[in-house]
T-cell receptor, first 113, second 112 residues
Framework: AQSVTQLGSHVSVSEGALVLLRCNYSSSVPPYLFWYVQYPNQGLQLLLKYTSAATLVKGINGFEAEFKKSETSFHLTKPSAHMSDAAEYFCAAFSGSARQLTFGSGTQLTVLP | EAGVTQSPTHLIKTRGQQVTLRCSPISGHTSVYWYQQALGLGLQFLLWYDEGEERNRGNFPPRFSGRQFPNYSSELNVNALELEDSALYLC???????????FGDGTRLSIL
């Protein structure tokens, strides 16, 4: 079965520092991969998606993610954190065989002034 | 374009009651998904509807059910509510398999 692992349930960075949120998937066939962000009392907002076109994917709000098949990873980065980036981030994978979107357990990002 | 809309935003029920949650997908989207986000349990897949049919179901008891209407809107019904059903219920829609799911803001269900 498809699984998605997010390393680190809580990550803290200083404002202006690099943001790195880790995601690994388990699948013999590279699935479609997504990063979502959830602000308090809201639904999930799509940050970016990987659908096999390019390994480096740029998303909204300055975020990007790199697909590495050899490492089965899809880590999310942002060069310079902003206070408004504080939220929970979810990595998700969709594979045809699973017929559903599988989410990681989420990473709560805190941005320190 | 209007996003996924869910109603109501908040709901308080007691154990044993029944509840119906509603979702309107983005115009043109035919697939609707339901998820449960309970504290400490992450996002759990509940149901997937496409073209009016239930296509897949997560690991939830039969008291969780739903349907999709001809206009692609959807309802999630939960019978015999239990305390553990307290959660944020999220609905999502998508255009096709290669496209991402777009989420509504959810319905916060509290069971007393």
């Amino acid at each position: 079965a498809q699984s998605v692992t997010q390393l680190g349930s809580h990550v803290s960075v200083s404002e202006g520092a690099l943001v790195l949120l880790r995601c690994n998937y388990s699948s013999s066939v590279p699935p479609y991969l997504f990063w979502y962000v959830q602000y308090p009392n809201q639904g999930l907002q799509l940050l970016l998606k990987y659908t096999s076109a390019a390994t480096l994917v740029k998303g909204i709000n300055g975020f990007e993610a790199e697909f590495k098949k050899s490492e089965t990873s899809f880590h999310l980065t942002k060069p310079s954190a902003h206070m408004s980036d504080a939220a929970e981030y979810f990595c998700a994978a969709f594979s045809g065989s699973a017929r559903q979107l599988t989410f990681g357990s989420g990473t709560q990002l805190t941005v320190l002034p | 374009e209007a996003g996924v809309t869910q109603s109501p935003t908040h709901l308080i029920k007691t154990r044993g009651q029944q509840v119906t949650l509603r979702c309107s997908p983005i115009s043109g989207h035919t697939s609707v998904y339901w998820y449960q986000q309970a504290l400490g349990l992450g996002l759990q897949f509940l149901l997937w509807y496409d073209e009016g049919e239930e296509r897949n179901r997560g690991n939830f008891p039969p008291r969780f059910s739903g349907r999709q209407f001809p206009n692609y809107s959807s309802e999630l019904n939960v019978n015999a509510l239990e305390l553990e059903d307290s959660a944020l219920y999220l609905c999502a829609s998508r255009l096709d398999r290669s496209q991402p799911q777009h989420f509504g803001d959810g319905t916060r269900l509290s069971i007393l």
